[in-house]
């Protein structure tokens, strides 16, 4: 059974609804991704499968444009997963180390810290699906945080808990 089966779909209005539930009720907070990442470009068509360990698959991206990054968490708890970032916005959010790519052709990058509001899916929500911004369907579970992108606020996408918890630091 396919996660998207197994729990409530929501749409993205709905997604959205939420935040502003949240936000009434004083849940919500800010956020910024704090944590060095790794990263290598993309090879274009390239599909990310973001796999969480203890959890399997939590989405799938597009193919690969010219100019696209595959980012790596350094988390052992979520086993680094990997996700597809648009060149675009990789350059809006991330600054790359001065240092060499390794043999394995990953190279650090530090987050530039763009602040976003955040939610945590609390136990009387439950879990449910919505469709992410590139057109996969997400799994969001209590304790999961809901990000919502400040400049662009139809931008919401699912961060596991333990990944959440270990990339970013709380700003209120």
């Not at 990997?82 to 052709?105: C, H, K, M, S």
């Not at 449910?128 to 997400?138: L, N």
Request: hydrophobic content about 40%.
């Amino acid at each position: 059974m396919s996660n998207d089966q197994r729990c409530q779909p929501l749409s993205l209005d709905d997604v959205l609804d939420l935040v502003d539930r949240a936000r009434a009720e004083g849940r919500t907070g800010l956020a910024r991704k704090s944590k060095a990442v790794d990263v290598r470009p993309a090879r274009v068509g390239e599909v990310i499968v973001t796999v969480i360990a203890g959890e399997g698959k939590e989405t799938q991206s597009h193919p690969a444009a010219a100019g696209d990054w595959v980012v790596r968490n350094r988390i052992a708890e979520t086993g680094e997963e990997q996700y597809l970032v648009d060149g675009g916005e990789f350059q809006e959010r991330y600054r790359l180390a001065d240092q060499p790519p390794g043999a394995d052709g990953w190279r650090k990058a530090l987050p530039l810290g763009q602040t976003v509001r955040y939610f945590v899916v609390s136990p009387e929500q439950g879990e449910f699906s919505f469709g992410a911004p590139w057109g996969e369907t997400m799994v969001a579970r209590p304790g999961d945080a809901i990000v919502q992108d400040h400049d662009n606020p139809r931008n919401i996408w699912r961060v596991a808990a333990v990944a959440f918890a270990g990339s970013y630091e709380l700003l209120r």
